[in-house]
């Protein structure tokens, strides 16, 4: 397992080579070193292995350093292993010949001058003699206590940046050809173009107390594997750009570090108040990561962020992490379907496009305790939309035959999602399957626009045809999705059935989790904001009925979205909301990437108490989280407080001191 450490750029004082053999003091060469990162311990052999898939270490042991590893081994061990984790390569190989691209941002050998700089502790250097302290036992594993062997991580003291071993267990290849020093400043060095020898540094199991000076250089032949040879990686600083690509890398604590870098570069933006309580990431649909997620979010200015992804939760622990790094608090839910036939309701159509006694609904606010149960309640509901998803994509192909290459489910839908991770699998996924393969048949613009409404026959809006008539629509994925949920979807949608759990098992689950159970109000549509939805009809006919009903079965609250609606709608909803007492939270839906994370209308006086009851729930979650008695809707805390008014400014200044704290 990797552990990088950042190093910030610096300078330091290196020891020149000619006064060595003379006996004579060394001269001071200043070097200048750009920051980097660097693995806190050499390469493993559990490291080794999973990328090169073999072992040719003589101590054996998956926490052991990996040994007798050439150094043009060591190499392609950077290579592989930057594409089996996404990243740029750092090395061409040429037979012999390799050259390095040090801008690139995957895995690398350090440059002497790094590894240097990273073994005295970089800026934040003590001037120890060996790396982390002027006691070799201390922190070192040579020829006096090793006991002829090798070590794992851990076992002595880091230095000051908290690295491991850096003066002994194993020697450690470096990029550079060795040659002499002669001059007195080098900036960012990467050694010589050539040479017969390659520098190693460190020290190992084998050698004397003597080979563990700082200064002290070794060079060896690019074959030598011996079994007190090994390396550690190394990369590069990567830029703003490279950064924010990383936060949706595949693995999770690439996109947390990716987001600490950001954090340190951007300085934290004013938060205007701003908030959102509904925002999906990729464990449903959406372009954004949890990490991504959270940074976008702090960047657009707002104060806290709530992730709500459709039958999952398993995106909120590294959101909630990614909150902690980017100083934001943040909240945790999940939204799924739920059955409305046991209901006097039953047959309406409630916020569900496609299909009638289904309503949207959302849990806000679980405590971190409890989403195991959380997962235990959504894996079976994930399931058997899987079964149902493959029944949709097996008629989508019916539908286009001839028209469109042939979608395999397994092969062109699931692995757009996060499903191996606890992630859902939606008809978006299958709409974004599609869209791809059109795309790669017809490409971006006219020719997909024409097929669209001539193949197709969907009829589109002045303003979706100029999105898809545009080629460098930089949104135009999720321009065209929009557009096929919008014309399409109806004719390959399949009713759901067992995936939407009944709303009072709903109801219970929520409340036993300590939870706020809400109802997502969507209102009638005409011209949708969002794109992706035709003009219907939705609560609006029915509507004193349906909050009566939400009241009566025990719903907590109704989330909507103020940029979504009519001015007319919103002032109904808020008015029943309060006839009601049903606490009302904002729910801007972020799963596209032309969408904005803040909604301009939070900034209107009538909006406002949005902005209260998002900290009120995020006091209910830090009160829920310690003791689900002292959420916001426990009995209770409704016993002593049975004024919802008189909750949320309790809970909202909670949440306020919670944040601070």
């Known amino acids: 397992m990797n552990n990088f450490v950042k190093v910030d750029g610096g300078t330091f004082v290196r020891k020149g080579d000619y006064q060595v053999k003379k006996g004579l003091s060394f001269p001071e060469i200043m070097v200048r070193v750009n920051g980097f990162y660097i693995d806190d311990f050499v390469v493993t052999q559990g490291d080794w292995n999973q990328v090169m898939d073999d072992n040719p270490s003589y101590f054996k042991g998956d926490d052991l350093p990996v040994e007798r590893v050439g150094w043009h081994e060591a190499i392609l061990f950077c290579n592989k292993k930057s594409e089996k984790d996404g990243l740029q390569l750092c090395y061409t190989i040429d037979g012999e010949r390799v050259e390095c691209d040090f801008s690139a941002n995957g895995y690398r050998l350090p440059t002497e001058a790094e590894w240097e700089f990273a073994a005295i502790g970089g800026v934040k250097s003590k001037g120890y003699r060996y790396a982390g302290s002027d006691l070799l036992d201390e922190v070192a594993w040579y020829s006096k206590n090793a006991e002829k062997t090798t070590h794992p991580r851990g076992q002595k003291l880091p230095n000051e940046l908290g690295l491991y071993d850096m003066c002994g267990n194993v020697f450690e290849w470096c990029w550079d050809w060795w040659d002499k020093f002669d001059c007195d400043f080098m900036d960012n060095p990467t050694g010589p173009a050539t040479g017969k020898m390659k520098v190693v540094r460190g020290n190992n199991w084998v050698n004397g107390a003597t080979t563990s000076d700082l200064n002290r250089r070794v060079h060896r032949g690019v074959n030598a594997a011996t079994h007190h040879q090994g390396f550690r990686i190394v ?18 604590e690439t996109r947390l570090q990716a987001l600490r870098e950001l954090v340190a570069l951007e300085p934290q933006p004013s938060a205007e108040g701003w908030v959102n309580n509904h925002i999906h990431t990729c464990y449903s649909f959406s372009p954004y990561s949890p990490s991504a997620a959270v940074f976008y979010a702090r960047r657009a200015g707002l104060a806290t962020a709530g992730i709500m992804d459709h039958d999952s939760v398993g995106g909120c622990a590294e959101f909630t992490r990614a909150g902690a790094i980017a100083g934001m608090p943040v ?12 209901t006097p309701l039953r047959g309406k ?27 235990t309640f959504l894996a079976p509901l994930r399931q058997l939309r899987i079964a149902r998803n493959r029944r949709m994509v097996k008629k989508l192909n019916g539908l286009l035959a001839g028209l469109c290459p042939a979608l395999d489910f397994d092969r062109d839908i699931q692995p757009l999602s996060r499903y191996a991770d606890g992630g859902s699998v939606t008809e978006r996924h299958i709409l974004c399957g599609l869209s791809l393969a059109i795309m790669e048949r017809y490409g971006r613009g006219e020719a997909t626009f024409v097929f669209l409404q001539d193949q197709l026959g969907i009829i589109l809006s002045e303003k979706v045809e100029a999105c898809l008539r545009d080629s460098a629509n930089p949104h135009y994925l999720y321009d065209l999705i929009g557009a096929l949920k919008s014309g399409l979807l109806s004719r390959l949608y399949i009713d759901a059935a067992g995936e939407c759990p009944d709303v009072f098992e709903f109801i219970r689950f929520v409340n036993e989790i300590g939870a706020i159970s809400a109802y997502a109000y969507l209102g009638d549509v005409g011209d949708c904001a969002t794109g992706d939805k035709r003009a219907q009809g ?51 839906d972020i799963n596209t990437s032309r969408q904005s994370f803040i909604c301009p209308a939070l900034a209107q006086p009538a909006f406002r108490h949005l902005n209260a009851a998002t900290w009120a729930l995020i006091g209910h979650e830090a009160a829920a989280g310690r003791r689900i008695e002292d959420g916001m809707f426990s009995e209770e805390t409704l016993h002593q407080y049975p004024s919802l008014a008189q909750r949320i400014s309790i809970f909202e200044k909670a949440g306020k001191t919670f944040h601070r704290t």
């Open 349 to 375: 159509r409630f916020n569900s496009p496609d299909q009638r006694s289904i309503a949207y609904v959302a849990a806000h606010g679980v405590p971190k305790s409890k989403l195991a149960a959380c997962e």
């Open 235 to 252: 990369r590069s600083t990567m830029t703003t750009a490279h950064l924010e690509q990383q936060l949706n890398h595949p693995d999770k």
């Open 331 to 342: 909240t945790t839910g999940f939204e799924l379907r739920v059955n409305m036939d046991n």
């Open 538 to 588: 939705f609560e609006d006919s029915y509507l004193e009925e349906l909050f009566g009903f939400l009241k009566q079965s025990g719903f907590h609250a109704v989330t909507y979205m103020p940029s979504r609606n009519t001015i007319e709608q919103l002032r109904r909803v808020m008015a029943l909301c309060e006839a009601h007492e049903l606490f009302q939270i904002s729910g801007e």
